[in-house]
């Protein structure tokens, strides 16, 4: 497909005609976003468009830029660097998924990066939509355009390319708020950090909402959605049990409601000829004389046996943030939720003390044992990894006191729905 060097009239004509790639070089002054235009600096509303000095050097701020495109895989390939200074360079896209850390170039030094951003909305269908929540209505996630953040200490961005992409191996995640693409600081899960890990031929579709069980999902038509995208051979992660724990309606439980719904997962995915994983559920931080106390009840054993009984592969996460947990410590696993003294954010006035949602630190650990169940499982996306992944045992996990993320600029202190 012929490349096109956009302007802002031309970009008009192309959405128009339903145009699946845009290039957009950076060094020149861009619009405010908008949806007649369909492309411009966007969240204007908490940070300032880079200035024309700016998109010459480097940004004093972070920055977003928006495309508008229709639902589906995109591969996206950003040229970083300046020539008029070293600059370091953060990206992530829609609600602050991670694709690359901070990027060091030299003035006059550029590095490209290439990979896959799922961009969806709530439509299914002209009789059908995903029911998101009230929560939900103002997420990047759940919008008509693909976002691009660009943070870090320094950021300086060459040139964007978006294309669409068919090909891709998607992988779709379904759960709860240890899942989910976290819109604000500092709350944080693994859903959101495992896109930094694959390349251009994996995608990562996360359609976890907090305070979801298995029933809930379905309810919500979130499957639904995930299979409007979905073709043959994509994969679904399923990590449940948080929520429904605590459902108390006739015929609740781990061995009842909890496994009816979870063979729906099964057999929905199947029939459209995906491949179904299962994911235990993430501990609670709650020690005892230095071990980890289990809380889930039932509900991850209920998971394995629904799992040994279908043959559905297992990702035993639950056992992972065990070694996790207690390899870090009872102080130190802190590090990794929401535990934040007073007024360490805008606006926080009181102590964070979460032990359930994680911080950044703990998302991005948890991310690499979801791609370590993924290798021990032999699972084909591990192709797509970048040159950069290192194996990883939550038993040696990375140094918290040097885990560095840069804060995009849109904060929450109310905790997410669920526990």
Aim: positive net charge.
């Amino acid at each position: 497909m012929k490349r096109i060097i956009l302007s802002a009239l031309c970009l008009m004509g192309l959405l128009s005609a339903g145009a699946q790639s845009f290039d957009f070089d950076m060094t020149q002054v861009q619009p405010e976003y908008s949806d007649a235009k369909g492309f411009g600096w966007d969240m204007l509303n908490y940070v300032k468009a880079p200035t024309a000095k700016e998109i010459k050097s480097v940004y004093a701020h972070p920055a977003y830029f928006s495309v508008k495109v229709p639902d589906g895989n995109y591969k996206v390939t950003v040229t970083l660097g300046s020539k008029k200074k070293a600059a370091s360079t953060v990206v992530r896209a829609e609600s602050r998924r991670l694709f690359v850390e901070a990027t060091p170039t030299k003035k006059g030094e550029f590095k490209t990066y290439t990979f896959i951003v799922s961009k969806r909305s709530p439509y299914i269908s002209d009789k059908e939509n995903v029911k998101i929540k009230d929560r939900e209505k103002d997420y990047l996630n759940w919008d008509d355009r693909l976002t691009l953040e660009f943070n870090g200490p320094a950021p300086a961005v060459k040139e964007i390319k978006v294309e669409r992409d068919n090909d891709a191996v998607t992988v779709f995640l379904c759960g709860n708020s240890t899942v989910v693409d976290q819109n604000r600081e500092p709350w944080a899960s693994w859903g959101q950090m495992i896109p930094r890990w694959f390349g251009d031929k994996v995608a990562i579709s996360n359609h976890a909402e907090s305070g979801l069980t298995a029933g809930s999902f379905l309810a919500s038509n979130r499957l639904d959605k995930i299979l409007s995208m979905m073709k043959k051979g994509d994969y679904v992660f399923c990590e449940f049990g948080h929520n429904d724990q605590k459902e108390k309606s006739a015929g609740s439980g781990a061995w009842y409601n909890f496994s009816y719904n979870l063979k729906k997962f099964i057999d929905q995915v199947r029939a459209k000829g995906g491949n179904i994983v299962f994911v235990t559920p993430t501990q609670r931080r709650r020690f005892e004389n230095g071990k980890i106390v289990e809380t889930h009840g039932d509900y991850p054993d209920a998971m394995r046996a629904v799992a040994k009984r279908e043959d559905v592969p297992v990702i035993e996460l639950h056992d992972m943030t065990r070694t996790f947990f207690e390899t870090l410590g009872e102080e130190d696993s802190k590090r990794a939720l929401v535990h934040y003294p007073a007024n360490t954010f805008p606006g926080q006035t009181t102590a964070l003390a979460d032990n359930t949602h994680f911080n950044q630190y703990g998302a991005y650990e948890i991310s690499k044992m979801i791609v370590m169940g993924m290798k021990q499982l032999g699972l084909p996306m591990v192709n797509g990894l970048r040159a950069d992944w290192k194996d990883y045992s939550p038993a040696q996990p990375d140094d918290w006191k040097t885990f560095k993320w840069y804060n995009s600029p849109v904060y929450e202190i109310v905790k997410p729905d669920g526990n």
